[in-house]
């Protein structure tokens, strides 16, 4: 069974540019999250997606940031404008339901460095 | 709100000594608790998890787990280290009450193996 897909793994922009970054999750996984992982810290919720609807996005700056997943499967988030203190790694996960007690499976991440 | 506490950012052991990685917990209603390690350049994978049952956890690679809710602690052990133990762990912890509430994680403890 394939992981959690994410990409790219790596981008290296310049700030004030926009950046997306792409997730699809484990197949039949109705759950799916972003997170943000600065250096030497846990990961961060960013925002839930329980199938296409955002049931958690109150940690999301809305100001520069947006995700979607509009049919439910893969999801994009974007950043516009990227600034430097943005440089950090975004990790996508995804879980069956949406229960607290469930494993949640995580993708790679995209490490991101704004200049 | 719960939050988990892990103690000592980076621990080191010899190869074949007992691993002890601390992790204490803050939550007012009863907690699920999570322990995930982290490669390097990967994702985060799940070691083991509470939800309820048995208080001592066993998870994958020989680790295991005790939950102590009168110490509200979930300590994480292996009884010999390996070299490929070594990594970065995290602790994490959601909550059953209102639903699905978003896991929290700890700011992560460094493992290091010495041959």
């Known amino acids: 069974e394939a992981g959690v897909v994410q990409s790219p793994r790596y981008k290296i922009i310049e700030k004030k540019q926009p950046v997306a970054f792409w997730c699809n999750p484990i197949s039949g996984h109705n759950t799916l999250y972003w997170y943000l992982q600065n250096l030497g810290q846990g990961p961060e919720l960013l925002i839930r997606?329980?199938?296409?609807?955002?049931?958690?996005d109150s940690q999301l700056p809305k100001d520069r940031f947006s995700a979607e997943r509009l049919k439910g499967v893969d999801s994009t988030l974007k950043i516009q404008p990227a600034e430097l203190g943005d440089s950090a790694v975004y990790l996508c996960?995804?879980?069956?339901?949406?229960?607290?007690?469930?494993?949640?499976?995580f993708g790679p991440g995209t490490r991101l460095l704004v200049l | 709100a719960q939050s988990v506490t892990q103690l000592g950012s980076h621990v080191s052991v010899s190869e074949g000594a007992l691993v002890l990685l601390r992790c204490n917990y803050s939550s007012s209603v009863p907690p699920y608790l999570f322990w995930y390690v982290q490669y390097p350049n990967q994702g985060l994978q799940l070691l083991l998890k509470y939800t309820s049952a048995a208080t001592l956890v066993k998870g994958i690679n020989g680790f295991e787990a005790e939950f102590k809710k009168s110490e509200t602690s979930f300590h994480l052990t292996k009884p010999s280290a390996h070299m490929s133990d070594a990594a970065e762990y995290f602790c994490a912890v959601s909550v059953a009450f209102l639903g699905n509430t978003p896991l929290v994680f700890g700011k992560g403890t460094r493992l290091s193996v010495i041959a």
């Open positions: 997606y329980e199938n296409e609807e955002a049931v958690d």
């Open positions: 996960a995804s879980s069956p339901g949406r229960s607290s007690a469930e494993t949640q499976y």
